[in-house]
């Protein structure tokens, strides 16, 4: 049975088959839905995800929740059953999926498991294009000014990431703020944006910095924090240490998920391009 009929029949959403690649290491080899389209994206540590580790030292793990949760890694969820099989974890998600018997999961688990197979050479190739193409979009950003480039970059980034939210912070004197035009912006102003983004600096000492749940930041600076309506975070150092700016995207509660390799990977890159496109325009 292939995956997507394994999820229909469990009527999933989303499907994860997670494979173990070592004691503290959970991979996704694919899947339906989100799982099919994260498939290579997507790790886990067992020990540090609780649904993950009570489906391994359970057998089954199953959460229901009236909003959307951090499930485990990236993935944000309403309704997630877990299921542990011979070392490796099987994820379905979706209304009803808690309320599936014990053997019917089990039996889900075991059809979804199957093989050990490797991600798909065509989805590896897509996904490097998707990296090249965000990398290209950058460097072809309008020059005609700084300003104009620091909110093309912010614009372009959040269309590439599928973010509700994007901004371009340089510092310097005087501290400067680019947010992208479309999207979710706070109802607040410039100067109190600016306030919430500068202490994350602090934390990119040693590269980009990546929240998956800020209902559990170490920076949960209002206007943009979990209780404003943001639910992850990708901060991406502009310079050494930052030293130029940061390159922030976000996602917001009206599409709740976290950032995968895939996504932290086109990020970073992003960055790396942006901070030469700017440098162009500072000098």
Not at 200 to 213: F, K, P, R
Request: charged share 25%.
């Amino acid at each position: 049975m292939t995956w997507s009929g394994v999820a229909e029949r469990a009527s999933a959403t989303d499907l994860f088959v997670l494979k173990r690649l070592g004691p503290d290491r959970l991979f996704n080899v694919g899947g339906h839905g989100r799982g099919a389209g994260w498939a290579g994206n997507v790790s886990a540590d067992p020990g540090e995800e609780a649904l993950l580790h009570e489906a391994l030292e359970s057998g089954l793990a199953r959460r229901q929740s009236g909003v959307p949760f951090r499930a485990f890694g990236p993935y944000w969820a309403r309704e997630v059953s877990a299921i542990g099989i011979d070392g490796s974890v099987v994820v379905v998600a979706g209304d009803g999926v808690t309320s599936l018997n014990d053997a019917e999961l089990r039996g889900i688990a075991e059809d979804a498991s199957g093989p050990a197979i490797d991600v798909p050479k065509a989805k590896r190739d897509a996904d490097e294009l998707e990296v090249r193409q965000a990398v290209e979009s950058i460097s072809s950003v309008p020059r005609d000014s700084l300003e104009d480039a620091a909110r093309a970059i912010a614009e372009t980034a959040a269309r590439a990431l599928s973010c509700e939210f994007a901004a371009v912070l340089l510092t310097g004197f005087p501290v400067r703020l680019f947010v992208a035009d479309e999207g979710w912006r706070p109802p607040a102003t410039e100067d109190e944006i600016i306030a919430a983004l500068l202490p994350l600096s602090n934390a990119m000492t040693d590269g980009m910095l990546v929240e998956q749940d800020l209902s559990q930041s170490s920076f949960p600076y209002r206007p943009l924090g979990f209780e404003d309506g943001l639910v992850a975070r990708c901060v991406v150092p502009l310079g050494d240490d930052g030293s130029l700016g940061m390159l922030v995207t976000a996602h917001a509660g009206s599409s709740p998920r976290g950032f995968t390799h895939l996504c932290q990977r086109v990020a970073s890159e992003m960055g790396a391009e942006a901070e030469v496109v700017l440098n162009t325009l500072r000098s």
